[in-house]
């Protein structure tokens, strides 16, 4: 039997058990940017969750991440822009995709005023969580 440190709820499975503090600790991170772009930041974390059910939520590295056995993907909103931080491995096979837009080796940058492209977001995620890729 394991106990959550956040919550203190017991579970017995690794992984088994969906802590809300996490998850309002995600909400509390999207409340914390600018009123404007918080639609944009639940539209990504939705997209995220609907491309990887079941996912757990948490915040890793100061930005809302998701994971199931292993972290698979993160995102995070910045001045001009909202990263989306998938790995390296993903990069490269994603990166024909990224037209128009700045990247390094683990993140690509999506300005504000770019429309959301949510098939490319949810087909990371998925790719990450399917094939365990990521940092």
Known sequence: MKTCKKCGTAYEKEKGHVCEVEKKEVES???S???EIQPLL???R???LSAV???YEKISWKMPTF????DIIHFAAFKNHWGLYPGPVAIEHFKERFE???YSKGAVQFPYDRPL???LIYDMARWCHETGNHH
């Open 33 to 35: 940017q600018k009123e």
């Open 42 to 44: 639940r539209e990504i």
């Open 67 to 70: 994971y199931k056995t292993h």
């Open 100 to 102: 128009g837009l700045t």
């Open 46 to 48: 939705e997209t995220i």
């Open 53 to 55: 059910p079941g996912a």
């Open 29 to 31: 991170y999207i409340l």
């Open 117 to 119: 492209d949510k098939k």
